[in-house]
Every structure is written in C-alpha cells, then in structure tokens.
C-alpha cells in the first residue's frame, strides 16, 4: 500500500484527524508559546489589586516557612552523617510546593512573570504596576515569614530539639559573605525563574518541576530572599544575628541576586529567543 508523501517526498504524514490529535497533544510546546502563556500570567499578576496582592503574598510568606519547618524534621530524626544533607534537603521544596500549587503570590516568581510584560510593553505605566507589585508582594512575603519565625520562636509550638535544629540550619545558610551571598542569591533567581518557564509545558507534572528546582535551591545551599528570611528571623529572635547584619548581610545582596538571577538573566535571555518570531 502506497504511504502519502509529504510536499517535499519525505516521510509518511498522518492521515486522520485522530493522528493528527495525537501529535499535537504529544508535541512539545514551543518557546514562543510557553512565553505567550507566562506573560499572560505576568500580565494578570500586574493588574490585580493590592489588596488582593498582599494576601495572596502573606499566604506565601506563611507557606514558605513550612521549608524550614520540613527541613529540620528531617535534621532532628537522621543521623549526623555525611549524606544527611541530601535527605534534609527534601524538606526545602515543601513551603514552595503550597505557594505554588495553592497559586499564592510569591516575590521570586513575580521576577521573571511580571517582567516579561514589561519589556513587551516598554512604558510607564507598565513600569509603575511592576514596582507596585514587587513592593507589595516583598513586604507581604517578609512579613508572613515574620509572623511565622516569631510564632515558632515564642509559641510553645515546636519541640526544643526541633527549634534547635532549625537554628543550625539557619545558621549555616547565613554563615556566608555579603558576595558571595549574592552569587549564590544569583543562582537561586536563575532556578526559580526556570522553573516558573518549565510549568507551562509540565502537563500534569507541576508537582516534579517545582520540587526538582527547588530541591537544587536547598541542596546548593543558594539564597532565597523569602526562603531564607524565614532562617535570619529565626536567629534574630534567638539573638544570634542582629538587625544590621540581617538587612545588610543578608537581605540586601540576596534581593540584589534574585533579581539579577530572575530578571537580568533568565527573563530577559527568554525574552531574546522569541522576541523575533512575535
């Protein structure tokens, strides 16, 4: 039996619409695509209300801390070995799995999401939504991390093993320089951001994706400004880091990282490789 020959004599072509169907279902979404879908995202985020925004950005603030909460279950019943860090950093993805799936307003997201919008439609307005939505956002996801680590710090809510054990945790992610900090602020920008890229195409798979990515935060020991707010809080109301070094040593060339990370690199190199086929 003859096969049908494509117009330039080349392999078999489908020939019903069931086949047809079935290659675009299995067909991998293009990057114009994927970026279609994440700007439209990004759009939706620049126009919500601030009251929405700060909510939705507490929330995430509140899930987040659940990371470091996993992390030091997992810290409190493993044996201090070597290979304990691999297991312990299976908790790191859990406060980002809630925010994520339960579509909370998380600051690192909004660094490739809403800026790809803006680099379409470069202009004022545009560029006022985007500071209003990072400001909003990173004051609502500090202060639920806020809220969280003052309530596992004086709430009799936690063992004291387990306080202690997120203690160490915290302080060995805080125990690096200001540059460095913000290198490793970089990466964790740069892997949040893929992974907000890689959501759209996941088909069911969210759940993989984000824990994957953020398990390499965790295990990297790279700098989350929200992650790893929870952790200098921790210490701040243990007294073993004061306010100077938190904003300074911390919070300032982490938020520095995750922007470049987010927004310098991947948001604009996803931007480069489709902005000639719109």
């Given at each position: 039996?003859?096969q049908?020959?494509g117009?330039?004599?080349?392999?078999?072509?489908?020939n019903?619409?069931k086949?047809?169907?079935?290659i675009?279902?299995?067909?991998?979404?293009?990057?114009?695509v994927?970026?279609?879908i994440v700007?439209?995202e990004?759009?939706?985020?620049?126009?919500r209300?601030?009251?929405?925004?700060w909510w939705?950005?507490?929330?995430?603030g509140?899930?987040i801390?659940?990371?470091?909460?996993?992390?030091?279950?997992?810290?409190?019943?493993l044996?201090?070995t070597?290979?304990?860090?691999?297991?312990?950093s299976?908790?790191?993805?859990?406060?980002?799995?809630m925010?994520?799936?339960?579509?909370q307003?998380l600051?690192?997201e909004s660094?490739?999401t809403?800026?790809l919008p803006?680099l379409?439609?470069?202009n004022l307005?545009?560029?006022?939504?985007l500071a209003r939505?990072?400001?909003?956002?990173?004051?609502?996801?500090?202060?639920?991390?806020?809220?969280?680590?003052?309530f596992?710090t004086f709430?009799?809510?936690?063992?004291?093993?387990?306080?202690?054990?997120?203690?160490?945790i915290?302080?060995k992610?805080?125990s690096?320089?200001?540059?460095?900090?913000l290198?490793?602020?970089?990466s964790a920008?740069?892997?949040?951001?893929?992974m907000?890229?890689?959501?759209?195409?996941?088909?069911?798979?969210?759940f993989?994706?984000?824990?994957?990515?953020?398990?390499?935060?965790?295990l990297?020991?790279f700098?989350?400004?929200?992650a790893?707010?929870?952790?200098?809080f921790m210490?701040?109301f243990?007294?073993?880091?004061g306010?100077?070094?938190?904003?300074?040593s911390?919070m300032?060339p982490?938020?520095?990282?995750?922007?470049?990370?987010g927004?310098?690199?991947?948001a604009?190199?996803s931007?480069?490789?489709?902005v000639?086929?719109?």
């Amino acid at each position: 039996m003859a096969q049908k020959k494509g117009a330039d004599g080349g392999g078999e072509q489908p020939n019903s619409k069931k086949e047809i169907g079935t290659i675009e279902e299995r067909a991998r979404l293009q990057a114009p695509v994927i970026y279609g879908i994440v700007r439209h995202e990004g759009q939706s985020e620049l126009e919500r209300p601030v009251f929405s925004l700060w909510w939705s950005g507490l929330a995430a603030g509140l899930s987040i801390s659940f990371s470091l909460l996993t992390q030091a279950l997992f810290y409190v019943h493993l044996p201090d070995t070597q290979w304990r860090p691999l297991l312990v950093s299976i908790g790191y993805p859990v406060g980002f799995l809630m925010v994520v799936l339960a579509r909370q307003q998380l600051f690192t997201e909004s660094t490739l999401t809403a800026v790809l919008p803006f680099l379409a439609e470069f202009n004022l307005r545009n560029f006022a939504l985007l500071a209003r939505l990072w400001a909003v956002v990173l004051v609502a996801n500090i202060a639920g991390t806020l809220f969280a680590a003052a309530f596992c710090t004086f709430v009799p809510v936690i063992a004291p093993d387990m306080h202690a054990a997120m203690l160490d945790i915290s302080a060995k992610a805080m125990s690096y320089p200001w540059w460095p900090m913000l290198l490793r602020g970089i990466s964790a920008g740069f892997l949040i951001a893929a992974m907000v890229w890689l959501i759209p195409s996941a088909e069911g798979t969210q759940f993989h994706i984000v824990f994957v990515m953020t398990y390499l935060v965790g295990l990297g020991n790279f700098a989350h400004i929200i992650a790893g707010s929870m952790e200098s809080f921790m210490l701040l109301f243990s007294a073993r880091m004061g306010i100077v070094q938190l904003l300074w040593s911390f919070m300032l060339p982490v938020l520095i990282g995750n922007v470049i990370g987010g927004t310098a690199l991947f948001a604009l190199i996803s931007y480069a490789q489709v902005v000639k086929e719109m």
